[in-house]
């Protein structure tokens, strides 16, 4: 098969102070699918050819310190399938910018496929890419960015948005995803799950940025107390997990919960209880348990409410979601 595939050229854009992981996360996931798509004994062409393309030939270095050697400078830049903007405060300075939004507008046309990892989106809307369409970044920089750009559609609980020629991306990891799914629209399901295997990663992850920046956001924003409550929550979901009996956990009164609940995650300490469940049931499903089996595991009373609260969380009943993202 590879043999008769011809290479699809990537542009990975590179600049000073970029994140390092939304360059290189992708670039894994599509050199991954050259090793596994690679027959012993063949000669045949790869499915990719990477390329950075630096501001100009000078090497730069991430914020993380990594120094990078560019291939060519993007206004060099040969003929490309796809081109990859990595996001980093180094994007958010007006120079870089400007350069990297203008030679969009420029190339566009003749680009098949132009993709953003985190807050690389600034300049696939800078150049005008993402008007009147939908579009996702990193949850914390995404009320700044639709108040800066706001004829794009902000989607902050995407993990991706794939909208035409233009594909967008969650924060840092999420480019991995999305490079994930590009594989598998260019070479089949297959060599996509292949690839997730290879690298020890979900080929679909289940559920939306919402969930990693609400633990996050409920881990470090509270006190000794309430975090060991929660740690204590992700391993006792089947039990009685209602606010009284949590209060009476924590020794507190269950007003005060409350009150630590609404300060922390800006939920009730019941909805928060419901997302964990929901998180924790959807992974069950993918992993082949019944609804009934689920329900019970995760603490719901009966399979219509578990039906219900799973609905609310994902947008889609259960049975319709494992048939989205099981493989």
Known sequence: MASRTRTRRIGLVGFPDLTALDLVGPSEVFEAANQLARRPTSRSCPLYELLVLGLDDAPFRAESGLRFVPDLALAQAPALDTLLVPGG?????????????????????????????CTGVWALAEAGLLD???????????????????????????????????????????GIDLALALVEADHGPALALAVARELVVHLKR??????????????????????????WLQDHLAEDLSQTRLAERCRISPRQLARWFADSAGMTPAAYVERLRTD???????????????????????VDVFRRAFERRFGIPPLQFRARFSQ
Do not use: N
């Open 206 to 231: 289940a559920g939306g940025q919402r969930q990693y920046s609400e633990r996050l956001a409920m881990s470090f924003a509270t006190g000794d107390r309430l975090a060991e409550l929660i740690a």
């Open 132 to 174: 009147d369409r939908r579009a996702t970044t990193h949850w914390r920089y995404a009320d700044a960015f639709a108040t800066h750009y706001p004829k794009v559609h902000v989607d902050p609980d995407a993990i991706y948005v794939c909208e035409g020629q233009v594909h967008t991306s969650a924060g840092i990891t999420a």
């Open 89 to 117: 405060r180094g994007l958010r300075e007006p120079a870089a910018l400007a350069t990297i939004a203008q030679w969009l507008r420029q190339r566009q046309r003749a680009i098949r496929r132009i993709v953003s990892v």
């Open 280 to 302: 924790e049931a959807s992974q069950l499903l993918l992993a082949g348990s019944s609804i009934e089996r689920v329900a019970t595991a995760v603490g719901f009373r009966s």
